[in-house]
């Protein structure tokens, strides 16, 4: 079975770092998109990041130059590397993937189908 579990979230000041691990498993090699999102109360779900299965990336507008996806694939564990938070910032951070051959995986949440447990991220002014 396909499973994904984030953890790393904690409650830092404005300005620091923090950085999310994302453990997978049962997902294989080839043709898979993996993102990170979050999700504030009140407020939709958003895309973060997200990585392709050759390495290419994106991000949202809001943390472009801030945050940075990537995956070690011995581990088969996703991270999110969040410098300079701002209190914006703060929400649950989940881990999702969907099967897919593009090379570039889309920002949208409802395309993804494989969804991990969240992890709690409280940025503070």
């Known amino acids: 079975q396909e499973q994904l579990a984030a953890s790393g979230g904690g409650s830092v000041q404005a300005g620091g770092s923090l950085r999310l691990s994302c453990a997978t498993s049962g997902f294989g090699t080839r043709y898979i998109c993996l993102g990170w999102f979050r999700q504030t109360p009140g407020k939709e779900r958003e895309g973060v990041a997200t990585?392709?299965?050759?390495?290419?990336?994106r991000y949202g507008d809001s943390v472009q130059g801030r945050f940075t996806i990537s995956k070690d694939n011995s581990r088969d564990t996703l991270y999110l590397q969040m410098n300079n938070l701002q209190p914006v910032d703060s929400g649950t951070y989940y881990c999702?993937?969907?099967?897919?051959?593009?090379?570039?995986?889309?920002?949208?949440?409802?395309?993804?189908?494989?969804w991990g447990r969240g992890t709690q991220v409280t940025i503070s002014s």
């Open positions: 990585l392709g299965r050759l390495g290419n990336s």
């Open positions: 999702a993937a969907v099967r897919s051959q593009s090379t570039q995986c889309n920002l949208v949440p409802t395309i993804y189908n494989y």
